[in-house]
């Protein structure tokens, strides 16, 4: 990699990355040391087949351009792909397979995806299994084409052993793709764990401002990179400049908040881990959890995502728990400064058969926190007393 091309000369840290890839002022007349936003839906042309870079705003954007190739950066991979949201990233990678064509995903997944893949992705003829990560070998048929896992499992925090899964998809052939939503690329990178594709919803993490929904997919596989730049044209599942420059602002802080999204989260987690009315949390950066060794493994660090159980408690319960927060807001999603507070049995994973949630454990009592970047004392504090309602 050179700076010609506009990689940065190696070696440099993830945050001088985020900060600098693609983006040298140089690259533009302005000299701005911010990438200017361009929000034209048209460019000039020198002739009828003859342009400069861009030509139409579906196809290709500077400031779209600017944050695609920083994020494949921060991935340690070659290619990226910005999409309308993160689900539009997963269409554009189940795009990717014709009807006939067999899909192994993670059974303990967002629900969003579960609903995609088996409500919409089965009309257009593909076959969909949802399978425990440990048997997904023996889910793999003549015609699987995909295997689809999170690096850390939503909501119940399970750890994926990428390297592993991905020694089975090269011994039968098979694309291996990670959504690392949960983990972002400072604390994990997926494709040098063995990953052909990593996928990111932006909307969480990776923005962290609660302002933007936006997905990417990353890779390294020049052909799926072609294969996807086609669908994600023709298809128009492309966010907006505006979207793409507030996204290139935020990830330049990417690394300071993940560190303190982790270091909150372990405060909460360990007070949670010790109070009465709490009957088991889950965050892989305890040692609690079943799968910490491998976890410390795999990544670096943690985010702020924690799930716990309150003990004994049934939806009414639990719905007074959440109801009885001050600081923690009562609402879907994830990743941003402020933290959020959300029952997946009747929110983000209502979608999924009640059968199908009981096996995966995923039950009226679960809690999702996703801590955010306020004072951890207060956010002790609010939780403390909204169990004390329980």
């Known amino acids: 990699m050179s700076g010609e091309n506009g990689y940065l000369p190696e070696p440099k840290g993830f945050a001088t990355a985020a900060i600098h890839a693609f983006q040298d002022p140089e690259q533009w007349e302005s000299m701005a040391v911010v990438a200017p936003m361009v ?83 089965t009309k257009l003829g593909l076959e969909i299994s949802f399978v425990d990560e440990t048997k997904i070998e023996s889910a793999i048929k003549k015609n699987t084409k995909l295997i689809w896992v999170e690096s850390l499992t939503n909501p119940t925090l399970k750890v994926i052993n990428i390297p592993a899964i991905a020694a089975i998809a090269r011994k039968h052939n098979v694309l291996l793709a990670v959504d690392s939503t949960f983990v972002t690329p400072y604390f994990q990178r997926p494709i040098d764990l063995g990953a052909d594709l990593v996928v990111h919803s932006l909307t969480k993490f990776m923005n962290g401002h609660t302002d933007v929904i936006m997905g990417v997919t990353i890779t390294n596989n020049k052909n799926l990179y072609d294969q996807l730049k086609f669908l994600q044209n023709i298809m128009g599942i492309v966010p907006a400049p505006f979207d793409c420059y507030q996204v290139t602002r935020s990830i330049k802080t990417l690394p300071l908040r993940m560190k303190q999204h982790m270091k909150n989260s372990l405060e909460v987690a360990k007070f949670l881990e010790t109070h009465p009315k ?38 009414e319960h639990s719905q007074r728990f959440l109801t009885s927060l001050k600081i923690v807001t009562l609402a879907h999603s994830l990743g941003g400064y402020h933290s959020l507070a959300e029952l997946p049995s009747v929110m983000s994973h209502a979608s999924i058969p009640e059968d199908q949630r009981k096996i995966l454990n995923i039950t009226d009592n679960l809690i999702r926190l996703s801590v955010g970047l306020e004072d951890v004392e207060d956010l002790i504090s609010d939780l403390q007393q909204a169990l004390e309602k329980v």
Request: hydrophobic share 35%; with cysteine; proline share 4%.
């Open 39 to 121: 929000a034209s839906t048209t460019f000039k042309r020198y002739g009828p087949s003859s342009f400069k870079k861009f030509e139409y705003g579906r196809s290709g954007n500077p400031n779209r351009d600017v944050l695609e190739n920083c994020l494949a950066t921060l991935d340690n991979a070659k290619y990226g792909l910005c999409w309308s949201s993160g689900l539009g990233a997963t269409m554009g990678v189940a795009s990717l397979f014709k009807a006939g064509d067999h899909i192994i995903c993670g059974d303990d997944i967002y629900g969003g995806t579960n609903c995609l893949l088996d409500k919409v992705c």
């Open 278 to 315: 709490v009957e088991k949390v889950l965050h892989p950066g305890l040692p609690c959890h079943p799968q910490h060794e491998l976890y410390k493994k795999l990544a670096s660090g943690c985010s702020g995502m924690i799930t716990f159980y309150i003990k004994n408690a049934v939806l």
